[in-house]
């Protein structure tokens, strides 16, 4: 065997060579990415669901739980595609029968009552959690520019509204212990935080309540009054307990949206 036979051989040894390692790297990094890509949309689904299932019931609107749903569907579809080695059938059909209730409004959740500032920092985190996923769906072209201007704005008001939950919660307690500046102070609080979203009417409508019930606790307060059972306070408690369910706020918020 001459020598040029020999260098032809090992120049097709190393071409070879080269032609297997390169398939190799190409392979695995393709492996790589599928695995990164099973994993985002998984954890999409996930955060998705978690969201349906911790924010609390009062906040969630149709809108809301059907952009939740749309996020699971697409996350599904992707997983599908990538056939990935999980339960998807499953999902999908447990997504379809919850948007089937949604739709016919028959999907109920319970209220939950902020009533500490650990949950109404979760609640906050959760709906932090929630406006990303539809700026996100947004910016992807999931949804467009005005239903998700809309959505977003109504997710920035519940964040206002989580605050005012708790202070109001506060207040009432201290309304019951008889400690009326500092149930003042709370509603100041909630009267603050509610007026940060000020281009919502049933927010202004909140703010007006809560300077009305200030008004009467520091008149009472000034005359030593015993404030234990109140008419205005039981009006005042029944109003915000409904504020977010109620005929009248169902039609200012159709306004506000438009």
Not at 15 to 42: D, F, H, N, P, Y
Not at 48 to 62: K, W
Not at 114 to 142: P, R, T
């Amino acid at each position: 065997m001459d020598a040029i036979t020999i260098v032809i051989i090992l120049a097709a040894v190393v071409t070879v060579s080269i032609v297997i390692i390169v398939l190799s790297q190409m392979r695995e990094r393709a492996r790589i990415e599928r695995g990164r890509k099973i994993t985002a949309q998984q954890d999409a689904y996930n955060r998705a669901d978690r969201l349906l299932s911790e924010i609390p019931g009062q906040y969630l609107t149709t809108d809301l739980k059907l952009l939740l749903i749309k996020r699971q569907e697409e996350a599904c579809a992707q997983l599908a595609s990538l056939k990935a080695d999980l339960p998807i059938k499953q999902w999908q059909e447990a997504t379809q029968q919850l948007k089937t209730q949604i739709l016919e409004k028959q999907d109920t959740r319970s209220p939950v009552k902020i009533d500490s500032a650990e949950k109404s920092n979760y609640v906050k985190e959760l709906l932090q959690n929630l406006f990303k996923m539809i700026e996100g769906m947004h910016k992807s072209g999931k949804i467009d520019a005005a239903t998700a201007k809309k959505n977003l704005k109504y997710v920035l008001f519940l964040v206002h509204k989580t605050h005012a939950d708790l202070h109001v919660f506060q207040a009432r307690d201290y309304v019951r212990q008889n400690q009326l500046r500092k149930a003042i102070h709370a509603y100041h609080l909630a009267s603050t935080e509610m007026g940060k979203s000020r281009d919502n009417p049933l927010a202004m409508k909140a703010v007006k309540s809560f300077r009305t019930r200030i008004k009467e606790l520091e008149a009472m307060d000034a005359e030593g009054k015993d404030t234990a059972s109140t008419e205005s306070q039981a009006k005042l408690d029944r109003e915000w307990d409904t504020f977010l369910h109620d005929e009248e706020f169902k039609k200012k918020k159709a306004d506000y949206d438009d």
